[in-house]
């Protein structure tokens, strides 16, 4: 939501907007000072009489300003503070991410990790399959393998999910490789993962996932996501080398296969 609105107020239109209304609340501040300061210096003087009454009714506007200022304020505080925590959850994620795979034979860490990783803006966190790990099957197929099939960390005010997505053009493909990734992963309800269809923005797609539910807001519960961040690295690197092999690549272009024929 924090994000939402952030978008918003950083949007052109409305940011031009926020300049004028500062400035507007600046000018009726120095506005209501001169009347005061006139009063004092010409007490009897009718012009200045009709400056303090004119800074009198203004009053109410210059308050309003002011109180939309603050308010502005007070909700990029709120939206830099979340966003520091994302950055932070992110970059743990990457760390843990680059020691557990720059010790295998995928290559460096940094460049490996960095090439898996999509993370630009913030709010959802992509772990997809590397391509050239799969070796067996068209090249075309294998990359919407891995874009398809990928692990994700999202959050929301409140809570954070996290899992496996199923996100091919077929449903029945979805349906066949969920099937087979949470039997062989034995990723059943019992461990916290439950299969959902609300979540997901196409009515096709299936995603494995677990919601971790916050007491009050992101930064209420920062070492509660800290933990659950490190569960998902385990998640990752437990079963990225099964998912992203050849046999199951091989699986998904036979389920496509399917659909082709039918």
Request: negative net charge.
């Amino acid at each position: 939501m924090l994000d939402k609105i952030d978008r918003l107020l950083q949007s052109p239109k409305v940011s031009k907007y926020r300049k004028a209304q500062v400035y507007l609340a600046i000018g009726l501040f120095i506005f209501h000072l001169i009347a005061f300061v006139l009063r004092l210096v010409f007490p009897e003087s009718h012009r200045v009489e009709q400056l303090v009454k004119a800074s009198e009714d203004l009053f109410g506007v210059t308050g309003a300003l002011l109180l939309l200022v603050m308010l502005d304020k007070g909700i990029q505080a709120m939206s830099d503070v979340e966003k520091r925590r994302q950055r932070e959850v992110y970059n743990d994620i990457k760390d843990r991410l680059r020691s557990w795979f720059g010790n295998d034979n995928k290559g460096a860490g940094d460049e490996f990790v960095n090439q898996v990783v999509d993370d630009r803006n913030y709010t959802d966190l992509k772990v997809m399959g590397q391509p050239s790990l799969i070796d067996q099957v068209q090249s075309s197929i294998a990359e919407q393998y891995c874009e398809q099939i990928h692990f994700e960390f999202t959050f929301y005010p409140t809570k954070i999910i996290y899992g496996i997505h199923f996100e091919s053009l077929w449903p029945s493909v979805n349906e066949a490789m969920f099937q087979l990734i949470r039997d062989e992963l034995q990723m059943n309800d019992d461990t916290g993962f439950i299969r959902d269809r609300e979540i997901p923005k196409k009515p096709g797609w299936i995603f494995l996932i677990r919601t971790v539910q916050a007491a009050e807001a992101l930064e209420s519960d920062h070492a509660l996501i800290m933990t659950h961040a490190r569960h998902f690295v385990e998640l990752v690197g437990h079963s990225y080398g099964f998912i992203y092999s050849n046999e199951m690549a091989e699986r998904f272009a036979g389920a496509i296969s399917e659909v082709n024929a039918a």
